[in-house]
């Protein structure tokens, strides 16, 4: 244990990776089918040790691999828990990787960050080597508890980059850390451990990690050792104690390697991905780290060796230097409690001298804004519902065609040639009739077992296909199974839930209407499906919009869908990404569209007090800028014989606040004056004290300054009195 690890020759280097390498890439050797047999078979063995090892009593098993076992033990002497593992299957054994583990926990004996190794018996039979018991597992034993406290999880890698720095001192690089092989002694502190892909810092051996603690550029069979390997490992397992995910690890990526038939291909698969994909976001959005530690754990994780922490040296450095200044914050925080209560003083006086001058001219602004408002939403929704009420009585006057009755009790499953024709006649005749972009994209007709007679433009293909699933069938309110009982056509007129049409992935809606016999009995339904987004003006000026909420769940059973929005015409049409209401949004408009549908009376009087102040816009940002005015009326479309039908569609009303109360921006500028006064003096008082707490806590890095500054001054004045010197001899 006095003599440095030997070095592998560079002749067995490539041999020695491509043997291990699938093992290495696994967590768990792979067993084959005489592996498993003989585990088997030494299950069935009595509980006793295979050998008995000089010096030690054996107490209890511990558990049992495909190469071997390992048994907790007594040193008789000293009375000490040890662990021994016995290789007691040799046709699997990996010699060069238990040479290698052996020599390196020989060669950081001495170290309190490694697992100590006391014995080996490489001429017994089995072999067995001794080393120190570890009685609260590993780190992986604790992560799969749950993710660590931000500060329980600093501390730990710190011990351990201590740790590893250790043993970079010594020319050993780890090179296949993870949590499973950090383990944690009696005290909870960590001990480095399985030094099996351990290599000196000269050696030239490749060393292959585990997938996603591996940096990129070690997955590969020619890479030559190297500390920064380490680096990465460290900060993917902060990674890991923090959010308890891995980092780049995620299905698709998993899948990719998998699909993977050969180790070279894996290997170049995951450093490319591991290289290109972006970087992890999961430990920024973690509400324990601060960006310091983000920032570490970002520069530990770089894809590029050369923007890492070029040694474990400086991942502690940065560590250390965290911690140092998080210790001077309650000093900061002295430094700023008083100037905020002075700021605090002023801002008060400022709100009293102009607040309550404008509060009551803005209230009665805004609520003069808000009738007005109310009545244009009242107004748009009845000529949406005018539209509504178009495509339902286009559709029923189809409905009632005669020959359509007929067509439809003829057999399903081909293409009608009359039906088709005459489907396509009122598609284009119709069509024209609307204004340009608000027509239908289809017109369909589905039998009452739901499958489909004819569709315009026409789709052999679909002709017979069931679609009495879909809700525009029996208007059930979500769709159903294709594999339920075809259900009950609708009985009068109805629209859909808003869907993504194919392929165009288009917002739309398809409006149906039953087909029923002389009898009255149902004989399907006819529909036409339009795309939202053109299907009546919803425009608006910059600061003032019209927008068509759905307030009934749509396809995915979510309501508060933004069906129709200036926004959505302009860039959002065929965006795969729905927006909607927040739900508390939607509750108020809910709230606001059952007291607007109930019959008038004096407790529900239209009077324009369903204005929503301070509403943010889906679309927009939450901020000062994006506080709207926002009126609300519900979508009702009454029939002929004075029935009126909610849609589940509202209109929104939205005016921008900051617009609408721009007049009382220049009473406001008669006391920015004061605001900008007291800003002032805030400044001065907190330059002041903050001043003088930059420079207590500046005052070690003032006086590196300072000698810095000395250092040059006298180089340079000795160089002066140099120059001077060399004057003043005389020429030869």
Same mark, same amino acid.
């Given at each position: 244990?006095?003599?440095?690890?030997?070095?592998?020759?560079?002749?067995?280097?490539?041999?020695?990776?491509?043997?291990?390498?699938?093992?290495?890439?696994?967590?768990?050797?792979?067993?084959?089918?005489?592996?498993?047999?003989?585990?088997?078979?030494?299950?069935?063995?009595?509980?006793?040790?295979?050998?008995?090892?000089?010096?030690?009593?054996?107490?209890?098993?511990?558990?049992?691999?495909?190469?071997?076992?390992?048994?907790?033990?007594?040193?008789?002497?000293?009375?000490?828990?040890?662990?021994?593992?016995?290789?007691?299957?040799?046709?699997?054994?990996?010699?060069?990787?238990?040479?290698?583990?052996?020599?390196?926990?020989?060669?950081?004996?001495?170290?309190?960050?490694?697992?100590?190794?006391?014995?080996?018996?490489?001429?017994?039979?089995?072999?067995?080597?001794?080393?120190?018991?570890?009685?609260?597992?590993?780190?992986?034993?604790?992560?799969?508890?749950?993710?660590?406290?931000?500060?329980?999880?600093?501390?730990?890698?710190?011990?351990?980059?201590?740790?590893?720095?250790?043993?970079?001192?010594?020319?050993?690089?780890?090179?296949?850390?993870?949590?499973?092989?950090?383990?944690?002694?009696?005290?909870?502190?960590?001990?480095?451990?399985?030094? /099996?892909? %351990?290599?000196?810092?000269?050696?030239? =051996?490749? &060393?292959?990690?585990? +997938? #996603?603690?591996?940096?990129?550029?070690? *997955?590969?069979?020619?890479?030559?050792?190297?500390?920064?390997?380490?680096?990465?490992?460290?900060?993917?397992?902060?990674?890991?104690?923090?959010?308890?995910?891995?980092?780049?690890?995620?299905?698709?990526?998993?899948?990719?390697?998998?699909?993977?038939?050969?180790?070279?291909?894996?290997?170049?698969?995951?450093?490319?991905?591991?290289?290109?994909?972006?970087?992890?976001?999961?430990?920024?959005?973690?509400?324990?780290?601060d960006k310091p530690l983000a920032d570490i754990i970002d520069t530990c994780l770089?894809?590029?060796?050369?923007?890492?922490?070029?040694?474990?040296?400086?991942?502690?450095?940065?560590?250390e230097l965290r911690e140092s200044r998080k210790s001077q914050r309650p000093m900061?925080?002295?430094?700023?409690? /008083?100037? %905020?209560?002075?700021?605090?003083?002023? =801002?008060? &006086?400022?709100?009293? +001298? #102009?607040?309550?001058?404008?509060?009551? *001219?803005?209230?009665?602004?805004?609520?003069?804004?808000?009738?007005?408002?109310?009545?244009?939403?009242?107004?748009?929704?009845?000529?949406?519902?005018?539209?509504?009420?178009?495509?339902?009585?286009?559709?029923?006057?189809?409905?009632?065609?005669?020959?359509?009755?007929?067509?439809?009790?003829?057999?399903?499953?081909?293409?009608?040639?009359?039906?088709?024709?005459?489907?396509?006649?009122?598609?284009?005749?119709?069509?024209?009739?609307?204004?340009?972009?608000?027509?239908?994209?289809?017109?369909?007709?589905?039998?009452?077992?739901?499958?489909?007679?004819?569709?315009?433009?026409?789709?052999?293909?679909?002709?017979?296909?069931?679609?009495?699933?879909?809700?525009?069938?029996?208007?059930?309110?979500?769709?159903?199974?294709?594999?339920?009982?075809?259900?009950?056509?609708?009985?009068?007129?109805?629209?859909?839930?808003?869907?993504?049409?194919?392929?165009?992935?288009?917002?739309?809606?398809?409006?149906?209407?039953?087909?029923?016999?002389?009898?009255?009995?149902?004989?399907?339904?006819?529909?036409?499906?339009?795309?939202?987004?053109?299907?009546?003006?919803?425009?608006?000026?910059?600061?003032?919009?019209?927008?068509?909420?759905?307030?009934?769940?749509?396809?995915?059973?979510?309501?508060?869908?933004?069906?129709?929005?200036?926004?959505?015409?302009?860039?959002?049409?065929?965006?795969?990404?729905?927006?909607?209401?927040?739900?508390?949004?939607?509750?108020?408009?809910?709230?606001?569209?059952?007291?607007?549908?109930?019959?008038?009376?004096?407790?529900?009087?239209?009077?324009?007090?369903?204005?929503?102040?301070?509403?943010?816009?889906?679309?927009?940002?939450?901020?000062?800028?994006?506080?709207?005015?926002?009126?609300?009326?519900?979508?009702?479309?009454?029939?002929?014989?004075?029935?009126?039908?909610?849609?589940?569609?509202?209109?929104?009303?939205?005016?921008?606040?900051?617009?609408?109360?721009?007049?009382?921006?220049?009473?406001?500028?008669?006391?920015?004056?004061?605001?900008?006064?007291?800003?002032?003096?805030?400044?001065?008082?907190?330059?002041?004290?903050?001043?003088?707490?930059?420079?207590?806590?500046?005052?070690?890095?003032?006086?590196?300054?300072?000698?810095?500054?000395?250092?040059?001054?006298?180089?340079?004045?000795?160089?002066?009195?140099?120059?001077?010197?060399?004057?003043?001899?005389?020429?030869?």
């Amino acid at each position: 244990m006095d003599s440095e690890p030997s070095q592998p020759e560079n002749g067995d280097n490539q041999s020695v990776a491509s043997k291990n390498a699938a093992e290495l890439l696994l967590d768990t050797q792979i067993m084959g089918q005489s592996d498993i047999d003989h585990a088997v078979a030494l299950s069935l063995q009595s509980a006793q040790p295979p050998i008995k090892v000089p010096g030690y009593e054996q107490e209890v098993f511990l558990g049992r691999g495909a190469f071997g076992e390992v048994w907790k033990a007594v040193d008789s002497n000293s009375g000490r828990e040890v662990a021994i593992k016995f290789y007691n299957h040799r046709g699997g054994i990996d010699w060069s990787h238990m040479t290698r583990e052996v020599e390196k926990l020989q060669y950081l004996f001495s170290d309190r960050h490694v697992v100590q190794l006391f014995d080996v018996g490489w001429d017994s039979d089995p072999p067995y080597y001794v080393m120190e018991y570890m009685g609260f597992g590993s780190l992986e034993d604790r992560l799969r508890q749950g993710p660590m406290e931000i500060s329980e999880a600093v501390k730990m890698i710190r011990e351990v980059t201590i740790g590893l720095a250790h043993a970079h001192d010594k020319g050993i690089l780890h090179c296949d850390l993870k949590p499973g092989n950090i383990m944690l002694d009696q005290d909870g502190r960590p001990r480095l451990a399985d030094f /099996g892909q %351990a290599r000196l810092k000269h050696e030239h =051996a490749p &060393a292959l990690g585990t +997938l #996603f603690y591996m940096a990129p550029e070690q *997955a590969d069979l020619a890479a030559s050792p190297d500390a920064r390997w380490d680096v990465y490992a460290l900060g993917a397992m902060l990674f890991r104690m923090i959010t308890g995910e891995l980092p780049y690890m995620n299905d698709e990526i998993t899948q990719e390697l998998s699909s993977q038939d050969t180790l070279e291909k894996r290997l170049r698969s995951y450093s490319t991905l591991a290289s290109h994909h972006s970087k992890p976001t999961a430990h920024r959005l973690h509400p324990g780290v601060d960006k310091p530690l983000a920032d570490i754990i970002d520069t530990c994780l770089e894809a590029d060796p050369r923007k890492r922490f070029p040694n474990v040296q400086s991942l502690l450095h940065a560590l250390e230097l965290r911690e140092s200044r998080k210790s001077q914050r309650p000093m900061m925080l002295v430094g700023l409690v /008083g100037p %905020a209560l002075v700021v605090l003083l002023m =801002a008060v &006086a400022a709100w009293f +001298l #102009f607040q309550k001058t404008i509060d009551t *001219a803005s209230a009665h602004l805004l609520q003069r804004t808000g009738e007005s408002n109310h009545l244009a939403a009242k107004s748009i929704a009845e000529r949406f519902s005018l539209e509504v009420d178009k495509r339902w009585r286009i559709l029923e006057s189809s409905a009632a065609y005669a020959p359509l009755m007929e067509w439809l009790k003829l057999p399903a499953g081909e293409p009608h040639a009359e039906l088709q024709k005459w489907l396509d006649e009122q598609h284009t005749h119709w069509n024209s009739q609307f204004t340009s972009g608000t027509g239908a994209a289809y017109w369909f007709i589905l039998d009452k077992e739901g499958k489909v007679r004819a569709i315009s433009p026409p789709a052999d293909s679909l002709v017979g296909s069931y679609f009495g699933y879909r809700e525009y069938f029996h208007g059930l309110g979500k769709e159903l199974s294709p594999f339920d009982p075809v259900p009950k056509t609708i009985t009068g007129p109805h629209r859909s839930n808003v869907f993504r049409s194919q392929p165009t992935n288009q917002l739309a809606v398809a409006f149906s209407v039953p087909i029923t016999g002389p009898a009255g009995e149902s004989l399907g339904i006819i529909a036409m499906e339009t795309a939202m987004g053109h299907f009546a003006e919803f425009q608006g000026s910059r600061n003032q919009l019209s927008v068509l909420v759905d307030l009934n769940p749509d396809q995915a059973g979510q309501s508060g869908l933004i069906v129709e929005h200036p926004q959505l015409d302009r860039s959002n049409a065929n965006s795969p990404t729905s927006v909607y209401l927040t739900p508390e949004q939607l509750a108020t408009f809910q709230q606001l569209r059952e007291v607007q549908t109930q019959p008038a009376s004096p407790d529900n009087a239209d009077d324009g007090a369903n204005a929503i102040k301070g509403y943010i816009d889906p679309f927009g940002k939450a901020d000062a800028a994006n506080d709207w005015l926002a009126s609300v009326a519900p979508v009702q479309v009454v029939r002929g014989d004075g029935e009126s039908l909610d849609t589940g569609w509202a209109v929104v009303v939205q005016e921008e606040m900051r617009q609408t109360l721009s007049p009382l921006e220049r009473l406001k500028s008669l006391f920015l004056y004061a605001g900008l006064a007291a800003l002032a003096l805030a400044v001065v008082i907190i330059g002041g004290m903050w001043g003088i707490v930059l420079l207590v806590a500046n005052a070690p890095g003032r006086l590196r300054s300072l000698k810095f500054w000395s250092r040059t001054a006298a180089t340079t004045l000795h160089s002066l009195n140099s120059a001077s010197d060399s004057l003043r001899k005389p020429l030869p």
